[in-house]
């Protein structure tokens, strides 16, 4: 059975060498992977030591199935440039690739989704490169790209969807179904 809950500081080691590994995919050959695992840590424990002061509310999450990691997901309060009021950001997804298919995606995002609308958001932002495999997850689930920029030194073509969540999470929750059926 697969458990979505919160990463524990243990938890984050495994966690960013899993993001280092499929940032080269997500770069698509647009840029080169130059991250660094040490880097990746010491950055994404410092964001989320530092949530209060900034008053955020980030959810670091994985899926384990017993205790093996499949995947894990990064949220946050949007920046008020994306959504003024009322948004979360997703700022990373990342599943193992011989975990993919079998909807860890979505029951991780449906996890960060309850969690926030719970808190009242509405609506959600995600920056996706652009020639990635994960783009149309996004738009099958309902988000619609609202503009585009470039990153990595005009290297990396990035769009930004705009989701409303309850769509989304409606929309997940019926591709969830298919693999519920599977299992």
Same mark, same amino acid.
């Given at each position: 059975?697969?458990? *979505? %809950?919160? $990463?524990?500081?243990?938890?984050?080691?495994?966690? !960013?060498?899993?993001?280092?590994? #499929?940032?080269?995919? &997500?770069?698509?050959?647009?840029?080169?992977?130059?991250?660094?695992?040490?880097?990746?840590?010491?950055?994404?424990?410092?964001?989320?030591?530092?949530?209060?002061?900034?008053?955020? *509310? %980030?959810? $670091?999450?994985?899926?384990?199935?017993?205790?093996? !990691?499949?995947?894990?997901?990064? #949220?946050?309060?949007? &920046?008020?440039?994306?959504?003024?009021?009322?948004?979360?950001?997703?700022?990373?997804?990342?599943?193992?690739?011989?975990?993919?298919?079998?909807?860890?995606?979505?029951?991780?995002? *449906?996890?960060? $989704?309850?969690?926030?609308?719970?808190?009242?958001?509405?609506?959600?932002?995600?920056?996706?490169?652009?020639?990635?495999?994960?783009?149309?997850?996004?738009?099958?689930?309902?988000?619609?790209?609202?503009?585009?920029?470039?990153?990595?030194?005009?290297?990396?073509?990035?769009?930004?969807?705009?989701?409303?969540?309850?769509?989304?999470?409606?929309?997940?929750?019926?591709?969830?179904?298919?693999?519920?059926?599977?299992?």
């Amino acid at each position: 059975m697969i458990n *979505i %809950r919160e $990463l524990t500081e243990e938890d984050m080691q495994q966690a !960013m060498e899993l993001k280092v590994m #499929c940032w080269t995919e &997500e770069l698509a050959g647009k840029a080169e992977n130059t991250l660094s695992v040490s880097q990746e840590l010491d950055f994404w424990a410092n964001w989320k030591n530092t949530a209060q002061e900034h008053e955020d *509310i %980030r959810l $670091l999450i994985g899926a384990f199935e017993e205790d093996k !990691m499949l995947g894990v997901a990064f #949220c946050s309060f949007a &920046e008020t440039y994306d959504i003024p009021e009322k948004g979360i950001e997703l700022n990373g997804l990342w599943v193992y690739p011989d975990h993919r298919g079998r909807g860890i995606s979505l029951m991780m995002i *449906i996890h960060a $989704l309850d969690f926030y609308l719970a808190k009242g958001m509405e609506k959600i932002v995600i920056y996706n490169p652009h020639y990635s495999p994960s783009n149309g997850f996004y738009h099958k689930h309902g988000a619609q790209v609202v503009r585009q920029e470039y990153q990595m030194e005009g290297m990396l073509l990035v769009d930004i969807f705009l989701g409303d969540m309850i769509l989304m999470k409606n929309n997940m929750e019926k591709s969830l179904k298919k693999y519920k059926l599977m299992c």
